[in-house]
């Protein structure tokens, strides 16, 4: 597709279920980022991969929280046994080469945990 | 470690108004980059600019307008004439040399009034 695309941009969960989010980068783009934005805060850095390695996960708050990414390109973003304080926009960005670039965004998945 | 620090939180104005919003940046690198990003209603995060270290002219874009000092680690930027679509919410961010990852401040909500 043209821009990165997050699926499904919105999600209500029952408190201790899993959750898993999907997102699909810009094509041809090697380095892929998840961001947190909770309620009125900024983008908080979950976790970056280059192709398929993840070479930095020390944004992932818990080890409740994991990502893969297959074949270059789409990723998920699972969350086990899902708490209140998980509720957030979740996004993926991504970009070229993943130096200095500019980031494309994706609009999100609402995550919303009851 | 980096820091960005946007201290105003929310800012309202009516059309047409000038609006500038404020940006402090840490870092201790002397090569680094320095992003602003939109985030309409949508949710979608649109990039506006980037600019390094190293290149401190003022640079203006349309309505809009960027004043980089390293002497006081700023980089404002500024609606002229403002409009309703201008409403939004603006991230400064910075990333060092070589570094995959943005990090950004918390963000501040416009509101222009018509």
């Known amino acids: 597709g043209a821009g990165v695309s997050q699926s499904p941009s919105n999600k209500v969960t029952e408190k201790g279920k899993d959750v898993e989010l999907r997102c699909d980068p810009i094509?041809?783009?090697?380095?892929l980022y998840w961001y947190r934005q909770s309620l009125g805060q900024g983008l908080e850095f979950l976790i970056y991969?280059?192709?398929?390695?993840?070479?930095?996960k020390s944004g992932l708050p818990s080890d409740r929280f994991s990502a893969e990414r297959t074949g270059g390109s789409v990723s998920t973003l699972t969350i086990q046994r899902t708490q209140q304080e998980d509720s957030a926009v979740y996004l993926c960005?991504?970009?070229?080469?993943?130096?200095?670039?500019?980031?494309?965004f994706g609009s999100g998945t609402q995550l919303s945990v009851l | 470690a980096q820091k960005v620090t946007q201290a105003q939180t929310e800012i309202s104005v009516v059309e047409k108004e000038d609006v500038t919003l404020d940006c402090v940046y840490e870092?201790?690198?002397?090569?680094?980059?320095l992003f602003w990003y939109k985030q309409p209603p949508s949710g979608e995060l649109v990039f506006l600019i980037r600019?390094?270290?190293?290149?401190?002219q003022n640079e203006i874009s349309g309505r809009y307008s960027w004043n980089f000092q390293k002497s006081t680690s700023s980089f404002n930027f500024t609606i002229t004439a403002s409009q309703v679509v201008d409403s939004a919410v603006y991230f400064c961010?910075?990333?060092?040399?070589?570094?995959?990852?943005?990090?950004f401040g918390a963000g501040t909500t416009v509101t222009v009034r018509a």
């Open positions: 870092t201790r690198d002397t090569t680094y980059y």
């Open positions: 094509s041809g783009h090697t380095a």
């Open positions: 961010a910075l990333s060092d040399r070589g570094d995959y990852k943005l990090s």
């Open positions: 960005a991504s970009t070229l080469f993943g130096n200095n670039e500019k980031l494309f």
């Open positions: 991969f280059q192709g398929n390695s993840a070479p930095d």
């Open positions: 600019r390094n270290s190293f290149d401190e």
